[in-house]
């Protein structure tokens, strides 16, 4: 009888320790979220070289608007700069974030900057405007071990370029 007595009171013991002594967790879903959201912000910031720490060396960016891909970190930069060189104090904004439990992050956003130098597009280089615009993103992020591995970009181009006073 006092081993059972002694059972159940262990048992009681162990199972109200486990309900009021929790260890910290964190989730990989959160920590995908974070290195998506810390490469926004890190770009918005115009520190490139946070935003490459967070990329794999063999990072592809897919800008599905210009039909190019930019492969490995050295074009990724190239990527960026393409946007912070016409807009230079492009602001991302987050909208709407979502993570599968997979390493694939889904980002929507609006960046808004003002256009003050030249933006390059395949074929032609559009002079400052001086116009502030609002632009309407989603990208598709990939996160393996920790880094970016891929982004795929979404962009409402004709909006953009209305903004702009090039299309009505």
């Known amino acids: 009888m006092n081993k059972i007595i002694c059972y159940l009171l262990f048992a009681i013991l162990v199972s109200a320790f486990s309900c009021t002594h929790k260890e910290p967790t964190t989730s990989a879903t959160d920590d995908h979220i974070s290195i998506s959201k810390?490469?926004?912000?890190?770009?918005?910031e115009n520190k490139f070289d946070s935003v490459l720490n967070l990329a794999s060396e063999t990072i592809q960016v897919i800008n599905y608007v210009s039909g190019q891909t930019f492969n490995g970190k050295q074009e990724f930069l190239s990527f960026?700069?393409?946007?912070?060189?016409?807009?230079p104090d492009l602001n991302i904004n987050h909208t709407h974030?979502?993570?599968d439990g997979k390493g694939n992050v889904a980002l929507e956003f609006e960046a808004t900057?003002?256009?003050?130098g030249p933006l390059v597009v395949p074929g032609d280089t559009i002079a400052?405007?001086?116009?502030?615009?609002?632009?309407?993103v989603g990208e598709m992020h990939r996160i393996e071990n920790g880094k970016?591995?891929?982004?795929?970009?979404?962009?409402?181009?004709?909006?953009?370029m209305a903004q702009l006073g090039l299309m009505k």
Request: proline share 2%; aromatic share 16%; hydrophobic share 40%.
């Open 80 to 87: 960026m700069m393409g946007f912070k060189t016409a807009f």
């Open 128 to 136: 400052p405007t001086g116009k502030s615009v609002k632009l309407f």
């Open 97 to 99: 974030v979502f993570e």
């Open 113 to 116: 900057g003002t256009h003050t």
């Open 38 to 44: 810390k490469a926004h912000s890190f770009f918005s």
């Open 148 to 160: 970016i591995v891929s982004i795929h970009n979404y962009q409402d181009s004709g909006s953009l």
